[in-house]
């Protein structure tokens, strides 16, 4: 079973196995519910961050110091950024593109391809779980036939897509990306937190039950959790 609680644009918290990954921690976002980073309501394990856009990096950092046993993972450039305002680091991760991670236990993070910008190191998405219970979080990214082997290769439960538009794939791109990873679940992301992200989550529903109608699209509010099997 997987836990998923979306905190809206792209920051989510996901339970595997009993550990917490926090995915792209941007969590005081106009549209999160959650204010005051000592009222998250969990203890995270790993912070991952797939870019360092502000909207991405997000309170990483702070979330470091307030959540001790947490430990970052994030590009090689990225990682050594939060280690240096962290001075700790020793709990920084820092990995690349394709290399998969083990953090004991037979839990790992992969980071993959997104084609997007970043100002130091590349854009990332991130796949991590562990064996039968993964998550593909793709980051900011376009539409990239390399989201076929990332289905091919770690068969994700769930994968949380953009569908904002404008910076990431929009609905029509995200359904082609759900029919090319074929999850069992596909979660949308980055929409509506500014008007620029015009994307909507019901067109990317009606798009997926086209092209790829065995994924189940579960759209979130912001503060709300699901749990997935
Ligand atoms: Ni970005
Ligand atoms: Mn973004």
Known sequence: ???????????????????????????????????????????????????????H????????????????VAIFEIANQIAEKLGDPNRVI????????????????????????????????????REGETVYHAGDTGLTYDMKLVGELYKPLVALLPIGGHYTMGPREAAKAAELIKPKYAIPMHYGTFPVLWGRPEDFKNEVAKLAP????????????????
């Open 1 to 55: 079973m997987v836990k998923v609680k979306w905190f809206g644009h792209s920051a989510f918290a996901v339970e595997v196995g009993g550990k917490v990954f926090l995915v792209d921690p941007w969590i005081t976002n106009p549209k999160s519910p959650v204010k005051d980073l000592s009222e998250l309501g969990i203890e995270p394990d790993y912070i991952l961050v797939t870019h360092d856009h502000g909207d």
């Open 57 to 72: 990096l997000g309170n990483a950092v702070e979330l470091l110091k307030l959540y001790k046993k947490a430990k970052a």
């Open 94 to 129: 820092d990995g690349n593109i394709g290399g998969p991670i083990q953090l004991g236990d037979g839990f790992f993070v992969v980071l993959t391809t997104a084609t997007h910008s970043s100002s130091s190191g590349s854009p990332t998405g991130v796949v991590f779980g």
């Open 214 to 229: 065995e994924v189940r699209v579960v759209i979130l509010s912001p503060g709300e959790e699901v749990e997935l099997t």
